[in-house]
């Protein structure tokens, strides 16, 4: 009974202590639950910061498919636009083909008396001018017989007193290039003190008429051409003396040698001996002449032309670009009527003046400081 009691009394303590201990066994699997902590708020920011990422990711291709997709919109559209033109030019042109082909024969006899017209007119234009021309050499003849001759009656190189020998081309093609250079040096022997005062200045003019013994007819014409440029003087002659042997339809040229050639003008019937020679370091002379009597075709020409090029070196003026000066003197006679040689002359120098164009379009290769 006493036993029993006991049991009793000592079983609630018992399972006290026991309770006691069942909970310091327990606590800590309690404090094992999460709980906030820094590896916790590390895990936190990466999975924030990979959010933006991938955000800013979408909207980074969706701007490139938006650009994209205009850009591809915009070469569409300039591709139309493209399309529309090319497609308004053929419908031009086919309307106005249409506009031709049902144009009466009414309306083409208008138009062609319209260009009838314009072109009388022209001629008429022409007509005039010329005619003034021809009054303005005449007053230039009547003021040069008041004045005085400034040049010899007879050229240089006159036909109308020479052998003609020297102004005939061989016959024999064997003997043409010994007959050429013969007649290249007689050229040259012209080269005296006198012709170098006739080389022109910069403020020269380009013609002048020297009349006969009676001072009444022209008996040949002067002309002459100045320049300077910033360019070495061998190289200016040698520009002119490839453009005096540039063959063309109308134009044939024979080399006798590197220096020494034969251009004819076929339509003209003109034939030119051409020659260029170094005469020192700092001068340069291209010659040419035209030849009289052609032996070969039993032909004669009307005009007989002489000219001499002279090309110097002139003082650089900052030590390094290269200067030069080109001076030339030409004699040109006509051989025609007298009645007729006002006339002769006047379409000489509008001939001539076509020929200086030209040859100015060859000189601007070069640095042009003055040209006349």
Same mark, same amino acid.
């Given at each position: ?136 050499? #005449? +007053?230039?003849?009547? *003021? ?6 400034? $040049?010899?009656?007879?050229?240089? %190189?006159?036909? /109308? ?105 076929? #339509? +003209?019937?003109?034939? *030119? ?6 005469? $020192?370091?700092?001068?340069?002379? %291209?010659?040419? /002449? ?83």
């Amino acid at each position: 009974m006493v036993l029993s009691m006991a049991k009793v009394l000592h079983a609630p303590v018992d399972s006290a202590l026991m309770s006691h201990d069942d909970d310091r066994k327990t606590a800590p699997i309690r404090l094992a639950h999460p709980t906030a902590g820094p590896s916790d708020d590390n895990d936190v920011n990466k999975t924030t910061v990979s959010i933006a990422v991938e955000r800013e990711e979408r909207l980074r291709k969706d701007r490139l498919r938006k650009r994209l997709s205009k850009e591809k919109f915009q070469k569409e559209l300039n591709e139309l636009h493209r399309t529309a033109v090319a497609l308004e030019y053929q419908l031009a042109t086919v309307q106005k083909r249409k506009r031709v082909n049902h144009t009466s024969e009414h309306q083409w006899y208008q138009h062609a008396a319209s260009e009838k017209t314009r072109l009388d007119e022209a001629i008429a234009v022409r007509h005039e001018l010329y005619q003034e021309l021809v009054n303005q050499v #005449e +007053k230039a003849i009547i *003021y040069r017989s008041i004045c005085g001759p400034s $040049s010899e009656s007879m050229m240089l %190189l006159d036909p /109308r007193r020479d052998p003609w020998t020297l102004h005939t081309l061989s016959r024999n093609p064997l003997d043409q290039g010994h007959a050429l250079r013969g007649l290249a040096m007689y050229q040259s022997s012209k080269i005296t003190p006198e012709l170098f005062a006739k080389l022109p200045g910069p403020r020269h003019g380009c013609f002048n008429y020297v009349l006969d013994e009676t001072d009444q007819y022209v008996s040949y014409v002067e002309l002459f051409k100045h320049g300077t440029f910033a360019a070495h003087h061998e190289d200016v002659a040698r520009a002119l003396h490839r453009y005096c042997l540039t063959a063309h339809r109308a134009k044939q040229v024979t080399n006798v040698d590197d220096t020494l050639a034969l251009t004819v003008f076929t #339509e +003209k019937g003109r034939h *030119y001996v051409v020659n260029i020679m170094r005469e $020192s370091a700092d001068r340069t002379i %291209l010659t040419h /002449r035209t030849l009289v009597f052609d032996d070969v075709h039993g032909r004669m020409a009307s005009e007989s032309i002489a000219g001499w090029w002279v090309f110097e070196r002139l003082p650089s003026l900052d030590g390094t670009t290269p200067r030069s000066v080109m001076r030339c003197y030409a004699q040109a006679c006509i051989d025609v009527q007298k009645e007729l040689l006002v006339q002769a002359y006047a379409s000489y120098l509008v001939a001539s003046q076509k020929e200086d164009e030209d040859m100015n379009q060859v000189l601007s290769q070069f640095r042009v400081l003055s040209l006349s």
